[in-house]
C-alpha cells in the first residue's frame, strides 16, 4: 500500500501523521511544503520514503524527533531537505534496516548529531550539506559509499569542529575529497579549523592510504585517531 504522489501536498492544517500499519511506501511529495506539520509516526512495515515526501515541510522534527523504524530501507532524494536554514531539530532516530540516503535527502536540516546503523551501504550527494549546526557523525560498519559533498558545510558555525566516528574497517569509497566540506586553496586543506575521523584500532594505514580519505589524513587540520 502506498501514500500516492502528493496526496496532502501543500496542506496548511495544523496535523501529525500516523502512518497506519501496512502502508509499505510514502510517494513522492505526498506531504511536501506542510509547514505545519510537526509530528510523523512511521509505522514498522514501511520500506520507503519518496522522492521529496516531506519536502519544505519546516517544522518536521522540532519539537518530535523523527525516529525511522527498522523496517525503513531507503530515503529518496531530497526526502526531508528544508530549503533555507531552519532552528535546532531533535535528533532523529535511524532504524536498523536503512540501506540508501539519497541525494539532498536531509540538507539543510539542523540536526546537532546524526547516528547512522551499520546497514547503511550507501549515502548520497549533498544528504547532509548545510545542516550548519551537525558537529558530530556516527557512521556505521557496513558504509560503503559517500558521495560528494554528503556532509558540506556541516557544522557552519563557530568555531566549526565537526567529530566523524566511522566504525567501517575498510574505507568506505569518498566521491571526491569535497565530502566534509570544501578545500581551501592555496595549501588543499579543509576549510574548517577542527576536523577529527575516529577510526577503528588498526585501519588508519587504510584511510592515510585511500587516495580520498589521504587527502584529509594529510591536512594541517585534520586528526586520525582510534575508537
Excluded at 57 to 81: H, Y
Excluded at 132 to 145: N, T, W
Aim: charge should be negative; charged fraction near 15%; aromatic fraction near 14%.
Amino acid at each position: 500500500t502506498t501514500i500516492h504522489r502528493e496526496a496532502f501536498y501543500n496542506s496548511l492544517a495544523p496535523f501529525e501523521i500516523i502512518i497506519p500499519s501496512g502502508v509499505t511506501s510514502i510517494g513522492t511529495r505526498a506531504f511536501a511544503n506542510c509547514p505545519n506539520l510537526y509530528s510523523v509516526d512511521f509505522n514498522e512495515q514501511l520500506l520507503n520514503i519518496g522522492t521529496q515526501a516531506f519536502y519544505q515541510s519546516v517544522n518536521l522534527g522540532r519539537f518530535d524527533p523523527l525516529i525511522f523504524p527498522s523496517s525503513l530501507l531507503s530515503i529518496e532524494a531530497r526526502a526531508f531537505e528544508i530549503v533555507s536554514d531552519t532552528s535546532l531539530l531533535e535528533i532523529p532516530t535511524f532504524g536498523t534496516g536503512l540501506i540508501y540516503i539519497g541525494l539532498n535527502a536531509f540538507s539543510h536540516v539542523n540536526f546537532s548529531e546524526v547516528t547512522l546503523p551499520d546497514s547503511l551501504e550507501s549515502i548520497g550527494r549533498e544528504a547532509f550539506c548545510y545542516a550548519g549546526e551537525l558537529a558530530e557523525i556516527h557512521l556505521g560498519k557496513g558504509l560503503l559509499r559517500i558521495d560528494n559533498q554528503a556532509f558540506a558545510y556541516a557544522n557552519s558555525s563557530v568555531p566549526a569542529y565537526l567529530h566523524v566516528y566511522i566504525d567501517a574497517l575498510v574505507p568506505p569509497t569518498l566521491e571526491d575529497a569535497q565530502t566534509f566540506g570544501p578545500f581551501s586553496a592555496p595549501l588543499n586543506n579543509p576549510s574548517r579549523p577542527g576536523l577529527w575521523f575516529i577510526v577503528p584500532e588498526g585501519t588508519v594505514d587504510a584511510y592515510n592510504e585511500d587516495p580520498m580519505w589521504g587527502m584529509y589524513y594529510h591536512g594541517r587540520f585534520v586528526t586520525f585517531m582510534i575508537t
